[in-house]
């Protein structure tokens, strides 16, 4: 699924030694963890590309009975309780990144905007700065999908003016065909019109929005891998320098405590859900066969570690940063 031979994978543990993934990997104490959140971001670097991840805050699910599809709410309180997280709501955690990679700055999505959650929107409230991005020094935004956690942070609340006018927004094109479509306004359900309707009030009149197709280089060693399934033209993206590689999976998975140790549940709000899931499995066939790093925007915080068996199930492992 990516230009690279399982050689090429293989070589890359060493570049998982590199960013404390191999090997004896702990679990972060829940108090490092808190520091983590409470500073906002981390960087590491992938070869010569210098990653940086940025916490945006967390939504409190309380639909226990309805996220995934036919499970019921206690099954998804049994499983926040055995990875050890709170069973008073579900962490829906967003968490996106900023590489450096050929003399440009560029954003894997852009975060909530600070529009879907009063305990969200850590990123547009200061911790993009914190983190060194300010909107004047991104060149480029690519876009995993246009759900509202992924592309809100690209336009102010009560204006939809752009947050980042100077940067090339490069959406994929069976994504941005999906939602820009006037007729797909009356199929969606009820709760996603109001999106499409955003999106077709702003990125159509935005003349800096690119469609690719995923067949190119997005950037030097950045590269989106379709992964469809969450949403119409979902795409991951590959990140590699020298030996070095990490998959940015995007909502791909969520919540790991959920949908990784739970390997055929199904995401209620996935657009096609065998699609999706199919995707999932793949996903996580990789990471363990190859011991892939991996960053998650649904993860947690850190969000970047491995996944690896767990008897019959698996788990991620956060690396310590
Ligand atoms: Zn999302």
């Not at 709760?191 to 009030?201: D, V």
């Not at 850190?302 to 788990?315: F, L």
């Amino acid at each position: 699924m990516v230009n690279a031979t399982r050689r090429e994978f293989l070589a890359s543990s060493a570049g998982v030694a590199a960013l404390g993934l191999s090997g004896q990997v702990a679990f972060l104490s829940s108090a490092e963890a808190a520091d983590l959140r409470e500073k906002g971001y981390y960087s590491y670097t992938v070869g010569d590309i210098e990653v940086t991840s940025i916490y945006d805050g967390v939504w409190q699910n309380d639909n226990f009975d309805s996220i995934a599809t036919g499970i019921p709410g206690d099954d998804v309180r049994s499983a926040l309780a055995r990875a050890g997280q709170t069973t008073d709501y579900i962490p829906i955690e967003f968490a996106f990144t900023a590489v450096k990679t050929g003399g440009k700055t560029i954003l894997l999505d852009a975060g909530t905007g600070d529009q879907l959650a009063p305990t969200a929107g850590l990123a547009a409230r200061g911790g993009l700065e914190a983190a060194g991005v300010t909107p004047d020094n991104v060149d480029m935004v690519l876009i995993s999908h246009m759900h509202p956690d992924h592309i809100f942070g690209l336009m102010e609340k009560d204006t939809n003016a752009q947050v980042y006018p100077n940067a090339e927004i490069l959406v994929h094109e069976a994504e941005y065909d999906f939602w820009t479509d006037p007729s797909i306004i009356e199929q969606l359900p009820e709760r996603r019109r109001g999106l499409a309707q955003r999106i077709q009030a702003t990125f159509p009149t935005w003349e800096n929005v690119t469609r690719f197709d995923a067949k190119t280089e997005l950037a030097p060693g950045v590269r989106a891998v379709e992964s469809f399934g969450h949403a119409p033209g979902h795409v991951t993206f590959h990140i590699s320098s020298g030996d070095d590689q990490l998959m940015l999976i995007g909502d791909a998975l969520i919540v790991p405590a959920l949908f990784l140790a739970n390997l055929d549940w199904q995401l209620a709000f996935d657009a096609d859900k065998d699609q999706a899931s199919e995707t999932r499995k793949a996903i996580v066939a990789q990471a363990v066969a190859d011991n892939m790093a991996i960053g998650g925007y649904h993860f947690g915080f850190p969000n970047m570690g491995k996944i690896e068996k767990d008897g019959a199930s698996h788990v991620f492992l956060p690396a310590t940063v």
